[in-house]
Each structure stands twice: as C-alpha cells, then as structure tokens.
C-alpha cells in the first residue's frame, strides 16, 4: 500500500467538507514526517498541520485514516472551542467524523495488541511477572527466585501467582 501525501491531504479536506469544517478545510496541512518513531500521528493546533507516521501504512488503510480523523479531530476542537486534549470537545468532533469509538492514545498499533496476553503471572517473592495467551497448565515456579534461593532446584515457595487479564475491546 502506497498513500500519498496528496491521498492523505484530499482525504482531510471531503472529511472536514462532509462535516462542514470549510473555513478549516482550506487551512489543513498533512504529511507524512519518516522522523516519527512510536507515534501514530500528531496535530499541530496552532499551525493546522498535521503530521503522519510512515510505518502506519505496515497496518493497513483503515489504521491510516481513522488516525488521520483522529486528528482532524484535535485541530477540530481547537478551532471551534480552544480545546486541546481528549475531552469532550475531541469526543464530539470524533462522533461527527464517524469515529465514535475512537481511543485517546497516539502510539501505534503495535502487533501486541492484535494477540492478546490473557493470563498473568506473578513471583510474590521478586515480584517478577510474566504474561501468557494460554493458561500454564502445569505448576510453574519462578526460575530467578529457584537459582536465588534453592540452588537452581524447583520449590513450591516460588509457585508463581496466576491472575486473569481484563481484555479491552478492540
Ligand atoms: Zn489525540
Ligand atoms: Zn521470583
């Protein structure tokens, strides 16, 4: 997938037209900046301009433009109540773009969050813990605390603790 900076410009501006943003629409700036590291994307208030990270194209078109909605959103908020943030200002102009369920973060979606972690667990003993997609079906004691404690060798003292992950929606 290859979008262009004039891909991402004549998105924002049929956006901010569909919402009746035009006065908005003819200030917008948006380009992709190679710079970016974990940021998704960041808007500038004061300049209009927003900046785009390249490695977000790696996750698909859809994760390209509901970044780039999320934040027309900011610029949005700005322009209309001098609202930075993601309050409630942010929340609205999202509801109008079409992204009602858009997340207040900036980072990319890292391929962690696609495989979710569902079991933690935890050495009460160092307090080290670890996350696992499965549950361990056998006991499992921590290794560091075995070494530390009772040269190398497995003991029930250092059973790891086991908690489900609360798993988020998306
Ligand atoms: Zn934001
Ligand atoms: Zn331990």
Same mark, same amino acid.
């Given at each position: 997938m290859n979008i262009s900076s004039e891909d991402l410009h004549t998105f924002s501006i049929d956006?901010? !037209?569909?919402?009746?943003?035009?006065?908005l629409s003819k200030r917008v700036e948006i380009d992709w900046n190679p710079r970016m590291r974990s940021t998704a994307g960041r808007a500038n208030l004061q300049s209009n301009t927003i900046e785009m990270n390249p490695k977000l194209q790696a996750f698909g078109e859809a994760e390209v433009y509901t970044t780039v909605l999320h934040e027309l959103a900011h610029l949005i908020a700005w322009s209309r109540s001098r609202h930075r943030g993601h309050g409630a200002d942010w929340k609205k102009a999202c509801l109008d773009l079409s992204i009602p369920n858009e997340?207040?973060? !900036?980072?990319?979606?890292?391929?962690?969050?696609r495989q979710k972690k569902k079991w933690l667990y935890k050495c009460s003993t160092c307090k080290v813990s670890i996350q696992r997609v499965r549950k361990i079906k056998r006991k499992t004691a921590c290794v560091a605390c075995c070494k530390k404690y009772n040269k190398g060798r497995y003991s029930n003292r250092f059973l790891f603790d086991e908690f489900p992950l609360v798993l988020d929606s998306k």
């Open positions: 956006a901010l !037209h569909r919402i009746g943003e035009r006065s997340k207040a973060t !900036h980072t990319l979606p890292l391929p962690s969050r």
